[in-house]
Every structure is written in C-alpha cells, then in structure tokens.
C-alpha cells in the first residue's frame, strides 16, 4: 500500500470511511515509538508488546470518535498513557521500570543526567555507567506518576512542550514548570552519587 504524501488526518478519514486495511499504515508509523514509550514506563518487553497491542486495538475501535481536533499521534498518546498506567496498577507497586533508557536533551536545557560522565573505551568506567544508569531508573521510579511521565515524554520520546500540553490537556507553560520541578527532583536524587562517583574517578 502506497503511503507517501498521505498525512496521519488522511488515513484515519480512509479508516473511518471504512478502509480498515489503510489502519495497518497508521500502525506502522506509530508502533514503535508506542512501545518505546510503554517499554520505558513498565520495564518489561513482554508487558509493553501486549500493552502496545491493546492501545491499537483500542485505537482502532475508537477512531470514529476521532475528530481531528488534535495530532492523531497526540490523541493515540493519551490512549497509551491510561493504559500503561492500569496496567501499571495490574503489575503492582513492586514492579520497578528496568528498561534500558537513554536520555536526550531536544532543548539544549540540561536533561537530569547532562552531566553523566563519558566512560569512553575503559571497561572499568563502562561498568560504572552500567551502575549509574541502573541507579538513575531506581530514582526515576521513586518519582511519583505524573513527574516521572513528563521525563519520559519529553527527554526520552522527544515529544515537543507543545504536542505534550496537549496529551496532558494542560497549558505549555503549566507543562515546562512541572517538567523543571520533576528534573530537579531526580537531579536531587542523583547529585550525591555523581559528587562521589566524579571524587572516586579523581582519585
């Protein structure tokens, strides 16, 4: 199926108009970044592959009431966040995030682990960022619900302040003083073990 020049509004309007078959484009092009994102939150590939496949499913069953009124990616983003978190529920208070993450810094502000130290070729200092990273999860999983959601939409998916107002149907800036206050409370969290990790490394 030829999908070039076709924007996501033209296909979910095909899908609406009863070509079921024109869903799988919409599938395709959003698929992976859906189950990075519940991957990253649930911690457990197994979890996130079956989540992924209820919010498309979902998705599917509900895109009649898809008005366009926002991005497509927008609306399927709100549908995947309701059901990482009941599934979240289902998993327990126990199951921890473990998934491996990287963080990216899409305003050149300074993400909460700007300042991690490059290991380069060492095997010693690969293993510490091994540790250091385990121990930024552990930390991002002691944040509460919504901190840690802003984190993982914005300095892991890359989701502009913009389109991440309207996931969370609150104002931009409403979004980026939650988003600064959630940084710096992992910043918090980690600034002891860099300050002892920069001290052992000058040692």
Do not use: C
């Amino acid at each position: 199926m030829d999908h070039e020049g076709k924007n996501d509004g033209e296909w979910v309007r095909k899908v609406q108009a009863g070509e079921t078959e024109a869903f799988e484009v919409l599938v395709r092009r959003h698929e992976k970044t859906i189950f990075n994102l519940l991957y990253r939150w649930l911690g457990d590939y197994d979890e996130a592959a079956e989540t992924a496949q209820e919010v498309f499913l979902s998705a599917y069953r509900s895109i009649r009431k898809f008005r366009g009124d926002s991005q497509f990616s927008t609306w399927l983003y709100r549908i995947a966040i309701n059901h990482a978190k009941n599934r979240q529920k289902g998993l327990g208070a126990s199951r921890h995030r473990l998934a491996p993450f990287e963080f990216s810094d899409p305003d050149g502000e300074g993400g909460p682990i700007a300042h991690l130290p490059d290991p380069g070729p060492d095997p010693v200092q690969e293993v510490e960022r091994m540790e250091t990273h385990e121990r930024v999860q552990k930390w991002l999983n002691g944040l509460n619900a919504d901190e840690a959601l802003l984190i993982l939409l914005h300095d892991l998916q890359d989701v502009p302040y913009e389109e991440m107002a309207h996931i969370l149907d609150i104002p931009v800036g409403t979004v980026k003083s939650r988003l600064h206050r959630a940084r710096h409370a992992l910043k918090a969290k980690l600034t002891p073990y860099f300050n002892s990790l920069r001290t052992k490394n000058e040692v």
